[in-house]
């Protein structure tokens, strides 16, 4: 079975910090996203990416950046956490056909991120 | 229009009963349809794909409506271990554009 693996099930964290999420999977995939889930506002993509060292904004990239040094690792950083960054965070990945992104989804198990 | 919108719901339902839910997307040219399931404070999981022609997994259907621009997921037989959120998600867009998913529609079984 695919492993989506996240650092953190939890991470408290400063207004100001530089904050960290690290996701990979074991399953050799070429695709790999973040998204926040809020209630009442769903599951909303901020960064994706389909190739190392490739990424592309989602609906809500602001105050977010990504990096993909390697095709097993995305990282989501938030470069001065705010409170309205409290959020549960949800990586996925996918097998690429062709670089469709409409290949079945893996989730990490979520990071639940509170900014104080 | 939204891209995806669902009924958020709560859906309760006794056990044993028939719950469908539907799913209405923006782009008419969409190729791909999918329900997710969300367990309480996990992670989504694929539950089923829904294709043309309808599909069936035990007491679960998933059905397309092209012309009406929606796809639908009915329960039988409802179990208390369906509840959870269902999420209606599209490949609204051809080309290299991830999935989009709707905000979802809980559904509670009660015993």
């Known amino acids: 079975d695919v492993k989506v693996t996240q650092s953190s099930r939890y991470l408290v964290k400063r207004t100001g910090e530089k904050v960290f999420l690290e996701c990979v999977q074991d399953?050799?995939?070429?695709?790999m996203f973040w998204y926040r889930q809020d209630p009442g506002l769903g599951l909303r993509l901020i960064y994706f990416?389909?190739?190392?060292?490739?990424?592309e904004k989602g609906d809500i990239p602001e105050g977010y950046s990504v990096s993909r040094e390697k095709k097993e690792r995305f990282s989501l950083i938030l470069e001065s956490a705010s409170t309205n960054q409290t959020s549960m965070y949800l990586c996925?990945?996918?097998?690429?056909?062709?670089?469709?992104?409409?290949?079945?989804?893996?989730f990490g198990s979520g990071t639940q991120l509170s900014v104080l | 229009r939204k891209e995806v919108e669902q009924d958020p719901g709560p859906f309760n339902v006794p056990e044993g009963a028939t719950v469908a839910f539907n799913c209405t997307y923006s782009?008419?040219?969409?190729?791909?349809f999918f329900w997710y399931r969300q367990d309480c404070r996990k992670e989504p999981k694929l539950l089923m794909s829904?294709?043309?022609s309808g599909n069936e997994d035990g007491r679960f259907t998933a059905q397309l409506n092209r012309a009406s621009q929606y796809i639908s997921l009915l329960i039988r037989d409802s179990k208390l271990s369906d509840s959870a959120t269902y999420l209606c998600?599209?490949?609204?867009?051809?080309?290299?554009?991830?999935?989009?998913f709707g905000k979802g529609t809980r559904l509670s079984v009660i015993a």
């Open positions: 998600v599209v490949n609204l867009y051809s080309g290299n554009t991830p999935l989009v």
């Open positions: 990416s389909y190739d190392v060292k490739m990424k």
């Open positions: 782009n008419s040219a969409s190729q791909s």
């Open positions: 399953m050799d995939h070429e695709n």
């Open positions: 996925a990945s996918s097998l690429a056909t062709g670089r469709r992104a409409n290949e079945k989804l893996f």
């Open positions: 829904v294709y043309s």
